[in-house]
């Protein structure tokens, strides 16, 4: 198979669009409509965007590459014609290039750290549209980009059959949560009257991250009632105070209060010694069922509450008195340990899922590797 530029086979279309000429029902997408992976999760109108500055425009025979952030490997193929963020760059294959085979083929790994690798810029690293152009792209005969396309789509379809299972499971606990207690007028306190211990973690860790020991628990971790510890830091933890202060114990509630206000999870049985970065906060309450207070913080009515809170101007925050200060409805404690139990078994459903998607993901990238080696 023979090796050459993307310069030479597509086109990096930067026809750039002032926002007044487009008419308001034109379809918009900035990165945050984007994914890692390439599924597109929203778009919105120019209309409704109320865009400021020049955009971009593509039609369904480009590829969007997100050139902010490569690492994040924002590479997609819309169904649909509209226009981006000039951090989304559309590239439009020629007649000797695949659109699908494209997008795997800048979609592996090994291209997007290549992209990563190849940023400018210390605090918002960009990719430039000339050195994409200049992207090695491994070109076999059209017929065989189509197969190998057709196979990646297969294994892809595969992979996102298996999130929307997840997808229905996470939805179970939010369904028994509203049915159990969402349509009583259950008694209320400030969240502060059942607080035992309350605290956030500690700034300036980076000195301690190891390549193993402690885990380090992130914002990226916290997501939806769960601790995620497929992405978790490391730290040789110090032996001080403030390491006590920070250390999570099985059970405690984890809420994020700086950035993407309102995440929850509770501390898992097993996790081992842990400790929570600046963004978290530990809310630890023996008298209310830690599934329970996880689960109504991250409900609407919690959210109300937390995001009512916020009054940071520029910046999203919460201070200790802002948690205090959340009105808790306090059904009977039999009430929520029942409904622990049964998100318990609903969490157990969703470790078999995890573990389907794991292999997946697993299969996706060894047919990926394989594909553009020519051993498919």
Known sequence: MKTVELGSVATIDRKGVDPGTIPPETLYLGLEHIERGGRITGRDTVGRSELASTKFAFTEDHVLFGKLRPNLGKISRPGFAGVCSTDILPIRPGPDLDRNYLAHYLAQPSMVDFAASRTSGANLPRLSPTVLATFPITLPPLAEQRRIAAILDHADALRAKSRQVLDHVDSLARSIFHDMFGERAWPTEKLGDRLLFLTSG???????????????????????????????????????????????????????????????AVVPDGLGRAF?????????????????????????????????????????????????????????????????ERVDRINAQRATVLAAIEAGEGLFNSLQVRAFRGEL
């Open 202 to 264: 500690s700034r300036g860790w980076a000195k301690f991250y190891a390549a193993d020991g402690d885990k380090f628990i992130r914002i990226q971790n916290v997501r939806s009632g769960y601790l995620d510890q497929r992405d978790m830091a490391f730290v040789s933890a110090p032996e001080t105070a403030e390491a006590r202060r920070t250390a999570v114990q099985p059970g405690d509630v984890l809420l994020s209060i700086t950035a993407d206000l309102g995440r929850t």
């Open 276 to 340: 929570i970065n600046q963004h978290l906060a530990i809310l630890r309450a023996p008298s209310v069922a830690p599934r329970y207070l996880a689960d109504f913080l991250s409900s609407p009515a919690g959210q109300r509450e937390i995001l009512g809170k916020d009054r940071g101007a520029t910046k999203a925050g919460l201070n200790f008195d802002d948690v205090r200060s959340v009105t808790l409805p306090i059904p009977p404690l039999k009430l929520q340990t029942d409904y622990a």
